[in-house]
């Protein structure tokens, strides 16, 4: 493409000239500028004007001085230059064009005595309004927008203007190479490297920061304000990169790694040495970022993607890089990796957290820190005498290494709420946010401990102090600059669990359907996961048929892993819901095979028994235990002793504490004692409402239901304002269609077969379909009939229907 000539000549700089020549006798006036600012053409306007010619010598000559004037344009590709002293005292007026690289020298005693001036790249920079009128509009418009108006670029920006479309290859390409003999042809591979990473989000005036050594190299307009959408952007990406790869050909992959590692990249600078063949140069780098700690300051994808990648020869030798393939395998669900590789490289014996935790084991620090982690992973519970082994580790703990510190009280954190020490729990998490605000706050761990305590607080039923952790982890994690997928999918749970707790299921039932499966294959610490357990089966069994639940309930034992005791869990909310549907004997055949395979001794539901518990999955079987012997038509004297004990025991969860109330309210009215029953069920609501803790009361519907038909307590309990609008919530969280039927005083196979009889199924084939025999259908037919006051099925799903049961 051809453009009119004169669109290709020189502009006139009539108003530099003038500040040229108008300098002091004696000064000395800079043309310092990047290349392609026009200092050359500026000088030579200049030199005409004062009837001179222009010295281009690295070393001005005595005889290049005329007049009194000497104008020296520094060659580009003199890295320094020097004025003679002889030069220097004859010269009136001295005029230098240079690149900001180039160092020039003689001239101390001249300017300490004529002074100096600059004309720098911002003087020389076009602007529309120098232009004026001397340049067609779209020509002007597009040399200031798309080349930030320098004027090496004034014939680009003439061959095409921005109406004519885009810019061709040929001059992107151009551009491209003259980018790259002028702008970065004095930058080393530090510098290059430093500007590449600007270029990927640049950000106005990077010169303000001096680690940022390649600004003087560059047009100021660009810097001052960097369209990333400009021709001369994309020119500079297409030019940087090349001469990156260039660097990394010919030998100077450690420099660039080195400025990548500066930049806060250390797996960009891993990845880059790994591709070359330097793995040890990579696991220094590794070592350099804390190793471990990097998985939390990194995507995780990048990071296993980086760490995976080493030789069998580095993890033998190097436990840093051990650990971090181990703890990228623990986050992936590969467990059994990790101890397949932790026995190979530190032997069996690894295994055995007692041994490796102890005072003068042979395991380094790091090794006995990652042991640490695997126990939280592997879901064990801790003795009292490993909590002592854990007090004997803390003395090894550097002093002063705060994300260490933090660490460790993250993971006495996690322990004691297994172990439920509630208030120790808390301790241990208060002092983990002290040591991360001393070492300047870290928003991805801060979150995990803030969503521990609403973890912690909603296991134990205090809803009120849930709520603030929650926002709190919320706003930890909204600081976490890179992809956190799963930790919000983990945050929308428990904001799911808070719904719940008041009195608005959906949001659990959505997360159950449409995000629990990719919640679950992640790597997810184990109290998290008890507590997904719960909450879901609690909803299923609240919102959903009979019929599907139990491939709900089946489909956890995918995740019984070897690091997950999840089997009793599984096992009494599989036994819950045989309880809430009435199925007693066969809740009670569950929870027996449970016992029988956790060893329980037969005197753990004496009363003194009880009142002892202390492990988790124990509490949690006697309390299903005792959920069936309160549902017997005809309980003994012993379950209110039983129920006494329970009480008592320290270890017993707010939540549990609430639910036993309710089953006093429900044992004092099969006596018939309903003064009992109303208080017994004053207290349950009482405490309920005082901790925000509603879900309990939806659990514990199969005997709430039957409690609140009867005029006489319900009224009672309305007498009170605080009462009144927890049962506005109770009612509202079993709205579903199924939850209704239940309230409405249906058991969980008449509702089901109420279902059934509403798709048009007959008697034998819903006999096939629950595998019962077809008399059974036919009977439980008749209650649900005289139930809804109907004598066939049409009148039933009629009713059914407008009760909202259907």
């Not at 240079?98 to 602007?127: E, Y």
């Not at 670029?153 to 790259?180: I, N, Q």
């Not at 989000?201 to 001052?224: K, T, Y």
């Not at 690894?350 to 003068?360: A, F, M, W």
């Amino acid at each position: 493409m051809t453009s009119p000539p004169a669109l290709l000549r020189p502009l006139g700089r009539p108003l530099l000239v003038d500040r040229i020549l108008r300098a002091a006798p004696g000064s000395t006036v800079f043309l310092r500028a990047p290349a392609g600012a026009g200092k050359s053409v500026l000088m030579h306007q200049a030199a005409e004007r004062a009837g001179v010619t222009v010295c281009d010598l690295h070393h001005p000559r005595l005889s290049d001085v005329q007049d009194g004037w000497l104008f020296w344009d520094v060659p580009g590709s003199a890295r320094t230059a020097r004025l003679s002293a002889q030069v220097a005292e004859t010269v009136e007026h001295l005029v230098i064009a240079h690149r900001p690289a180039q160092k020039i020298t003689g001239l101390a005693r001249r300017i300490l005595h004529g002074g100096s001036g600059t004309v720098d790249a911002d003087a020389l920079g076009l602007s529309a309004a120098e232009i004026g009128t001397r340049l067609p509009a779209a020509v002007t418009r597009r040399l200031c927008r798309e080349y930030a108006g320098w004027p090496a670029f004034l014939p680009l920006a003439a061959m095409r203007a921005p109406t004519a479309g885009p810019t061709p290859d040929t001059d992107t390409d151009l551009a491209t190479s003259y980018v790259s003999e002028t702008f970065l042809a004095q930058l080393s591979p530090g510098p290059t490297t430093r500007l590449s990473l600007w270029l990927e989000a640049p950000e106005p005036d990077p010169r303000q920061d001096p680690a940022q050594d390649w600004c003087d190299a560059l047009p100021p307009f660009v810097l001052a304000a960097p369209d990333p959408q400009s021709d001369l952007f994309a020119a500079l990406r297409r030019a940087v990169a090349a001469r990156l790869e260039g660097f990394t050909n010919s030998g100077a992959v450690t420099e660039v790694a080195r400025a990548l590692e500066a930049a806060q990249r250390p797996l960009a600078a891993m990845e880059l040495l790994l591709d070359h063949g330097h793995e040890s140069h990579a696991a220094q780098v590794l070592e350099r970022s804390r190793g471990l700690e990097l998985i939390y300051d990194t995507n995780l994808e990048g990071f296993s993607h980086a760490v995976l990648r080493f030789s069998q020869e580095i993890i033998a030798t190097n436990e840093t890089v051990l650990f971090a393939i181990t703890r990228t395998l623990m986050k992936q669900g590969e467990f059994q990796r990790v101890r397949h590789l932790v026995v190979k490289h530190l032997g069996s014996d690894y295994l055995d957290p007692l041994k490796v935790l102890s005072r003068g084991a042979r395991f380094s620090f790091a090794a006995r820190r990652f042991r640490l982690n695997m126990m939280i992973s592997e879901d064990m519970m801790p003795s009292d005498a490993m909590m002592q082994r854990l007090g004997e580790f803390m003395a090894d703990y550097p002093v002063g290494d705060e994300q260490k510190w933090a660490a460790f009280y993250n993971a006495l954190l996690e322990f004691e709420v297994r172990r439920r020490n509630f208030r120790a729990a808390e301790a241990a998490a208060a002092r983990a946010l002290i040591y991360f605000r001393k070492m300047g706050g870290h928003p991805l761990l801060e979150f995990f401990i803030h969503l521990h305590l609403a973890v912690l607080h909603l296991t134990n039923g205090d809803a009120r102090l849930a709520r603030p952790a929650a926002r709190d982890a919320r706003s930890g994690l909204e600081r976490v600059t890179h992809p956190v997928a799963q930790e919000y999918r983990m945050l929308r749970l428990i904001e799911a669990a808070l719904a719940y707790e008041e009195g608005q299921p959906q949001r659990l039932v959505t997360f159950l359907q449409d995000e629990f499966n990719d919640f679950a294959r992640a790597e997810i610490w184990p109290s998290l996961f008890h507590f997904a357990i719960r909450y879901a089966s609690q909803v299923v069994m609240d919102q959903y048929p009979a019929s599907i639940r139990p491939g709900f309930l089946d489909g956890l034992w995918l995740h019984v892993a070897e690091r997950m005791n999840l089997l009793p869990t599984i096992q009494i909310r599989t036994a819950t819901a045989y309880q809430n549907e009435g199925r007693i004997s066969e809740a009670e055949v569950t929870l027996q095979a449970l016992g029988t395979a956790r060893n329980t001794p037969a005197e753990e539901m004496t009363p003194d028994g009880l009142y002892r518990l202390a492990d988790r999955d124990d509490i949690g079987l006697a309390m299903a235990r005792l959920r069936c012997s309160v549902q017997h038509p005809a309980p003994g004297p012993l379950v209110d002793r039983q129920i006494d004990a329970l009480e008592s025991n320290p270890k017993i969860t707010l939540r549990e504490a609430i639910a036993l109330k309710i089953w006093r309210a429900h044992l004092a009215r099969k006596r018939r004692d309903t003064a009992a029953a109303r208080t017994h069920l004053q207290a349950a609501f009482t405490s309920a409402s005082r901790l925000g803790c509603f879900g309990v009361l939806s659990e514990q519907r199969i005997f709430l239901a039957p409690l609140l038909r009867e005029a006489r307590i319900r009224n009672h309990l309305e007498t009170r304002p605080d009462i009144r609008a927890t049962l506005t919530i109770y009612t509202g969280s079993i709205s579903s269609p199924n939850a209704k039927a239940r309230a409405g005083g249906l058991t969980e196979r008449e509702a089901q077969l109420l279902h059934l009889i509403a798709g048009g199924h007959p008697n034998k084939r819903i006999a096939q379909m629950l595998h019962i025999a077809e008399p059974t259908v036919k009977f439980h037919l008749s209650r649900l009939y005289a139930k809804l006051g109907a004598s066939k099925r049409a009148e039933a799903i009629k009713t059914a229907h407008a009760l909202g049961w259907l």
